[in-house]
């Protein structure tokens, strides 16, 4: 089983919010975990969006705009990265990271459709 | 400007070795470590490792342990890596990125263009 698992694809209107998730393998705590996530595009390198651990321990990258968010979800062991007020330009693949057993792991991506 | 400019693409036999290079401008370059990801064609990221850019420390990948050598030339501004005994699934674009927190930070803030390397007989 993987550690991180992301649904692959994801469809949501504009102006909508979209709830993009990362959930982490049983046995794999996301509360001691930091969640990084990234958004990348068509022929572009991945763009770094934030990291959240908690309300405390939270970081958004340079630029990027705050209806991007990230929260966690302890029930489904998961972490949230929260896109409001969907634009037609965040339309891309989103991967979440997290450092574990002393490697970089991501999961496999969700492909976000704004239509 | 932060940039990271990477080398050509490269058309590689089975076998055979690659080393891309990395070339960074702008900013402080023994400052920030590198950090390599690659992505096969239509597949997701794999992280492949990092490396110091002020003291040569390195952390792989435990798939690409023993293939894989990653260095830096601060006289040049410069990180390099290089992939050996090619395979078939080998094939990806392969990405460096400017690593803002040391190897456990996962803030890769500054990205190259990437370069396609093809692994074919």
């Known amino acids: 089983q993987a550690v991180l698992t992301q649904p692959a694809s994801l469809s949501a209107s504009p102006g909508a919010s979209a709830s993009l998730t990362c959930t982490l393998r049983s046995g794999v705590n996301v509360d001691f975990y930091r969640v990084y996530w990234y958004q990348q595009k068509p022929g572009s390198p991945p763009q770094y969006l934030l990291r959240y651990k908690s309300d405390s321990d939270n970081q958004q990258g340079s630029g990027v705009p705050s209806r991007f968010s990230g929260s966690k979800d302890a029930s489904a062991n998961a972490g949230i990265l929260l896109i409001s007020g969907l634009q037609s330009e965040d339309e891309a693949d989103y991967y979440c990271?997290?450092?574990?057993?002393?490697?970089?792991?991501f999961g496999g991506g969700t492909k976000l459709t704004v239509l | 400007q932060v940039q990271l400019v990477q080398s050509g693409a490269e058309l590689k036999r089975p076998g055979a070795s690659v080393k891309v290079s990395c070339k960074a401008s702008?900013?402080?370059?023994?400052?920030?470590?590198i950090s390599w990801v690659r992505q096969a064609p239509g597949q997701g990221l794999e992280w492949m490792g990092w490396t110091s850019t002020s003291n040569g420390d390195t952390n792989y990948a435990q798939n690409l342990q023993g293939r894989v050598t990653m260095t830096t030339d601060t006289s040049t501004t410069t990180a390099y890596m290089e992939l050996r005994s090619l395979r078939s699934d080998d094939t990806a674009v392969y990405y460096c990125a400017r690593a803002r927190d040391g190897y456990n930070g996962g803030i890769w803030d500054y990205w190259g263009q990437g370069t396609l390397v093809t692994v074919s007989s």
């Open positions: 990271l997290i450092w574990h057993s002393g490697a970089w792991v």
């Open positions: 702008g900013y402080t370059f023994a400052t920030f470590g």
